[in-house]
């Protein structure tokens, strides 16, 4: 592990500046192809959305386990919680404005896959890490990557931890006001390799309990995703083939992936 790399925190307002974007793409091109991962901050979403939304994860994994059941529920169009809502509506037009720059980024229109972007889906998850008394035994979440094309996160206390391209590891820090941007599988696949997903995993603090949520943004279930023939050429042959998350889900079902 490498806990002295600085990790990249991009300053995302200077993009509403036509003469300080380009210079905002390439901050975003770098991190993308070094490590699938950077912070924003002034990304115009409010503190506090932020600070709501975990108040309001800590309250509900604080209630006794009674009344969390009575807050069950498999239907995933029931109405989540006011200030839960604030935030996964916020990040769900950042992530928009995100997904146009890394297109735009990879030399594509601003503009690929709109439509499909538009109707694909939001997944919130919401984890709690409680503390540990020998964290070095144990591991919050074990070390995997994404499957959709961006993970937008937020975490109340550090201990999410990211690869780069030397199988490192890093801790990322928190950082006031900051979201975690992941590229996740169908970046990679888009991107022709360009762009990898970025390995992450999740570790146990001592003393205290840690809250994350992910913004988990993906395309449709159907929707088959392949590498952008703009993207593939003699230095670039076609390095993935065309599949939807359907078909991946259907795969891992009939597959042990422990063993693989």
């Not at 992941?182 to 146990?204: P, W």
Request: some cysteine; aromatic content about 6%; hydrophobic content about 35%.
């Amino acid at each position: 592990m490498n806990p002295s790399t600085t990790l990249p925190v991009i300053d995302v307002f200077s993009l509403h500046n036509p003469s300080l974007r380009p210079r905002v793409i390439d901050e975003i091109q770098l991190a993308c192809k070094e490590l699938g991962f950077f912070q924003v901050i002034n990304h115009g979403i409010p503190s506090t959305y932020i600070n709501g939304a975990i108040d309001t994860a800590t309250e509900f994994f604080n209630l006794p386990s009674e009344e969390k059941m009575h807050l069950a529920s498999a239907d995933v169009h029931k109405p989540v919680r006011e200030k839960m809502g604030n935030y996964a509506k916020a990040v769900q037009a950042l992530q928009k404005q995100l997904m146009e720059v890394v297109l735009e980024s990879l030399g594509l229109k601003t503009d690929y896959l709109h439509e499909e972007i538009e109707e694909g889906s939001q997944v919130m998850a919401v984890n709690c890490y409680p503390a540990c008394p020998e964290p070095d035994l144990a591991l919050g979440m074990p070390p995997h990557s994404d499957y959709g094309y961006l993970t937008i996160l937020i975490q109340s206390q550090p201990g999410l931890q990211i690869m780069d391209n030397n199988n490192n590891w890093h801790p990322v820090p928190v950082i006031e006001g900051a979201l975690l941007v992941q590229l996740g599988d169908q970046i990679e696949v888009m991107s022709n390799g360009r762009y990898e997903s970025v390995l992450h995993r999740a570790t146990l603090n001592k003393e205290r309990t840690r809250i994350s949520i992910a913004s988990l943004h993906s395309l449709s279930l159907e929707k088959k995703v392949g590498p952008a023939p703009q993207l593939v050429d003699e230095e670039h042959p076609l390095a993935y083939n065309e599949g939807s998350f359907r078909g991946f889900l259907d795969h891992i079902s009939g597959n042990d992936i422990t063993k693989q």
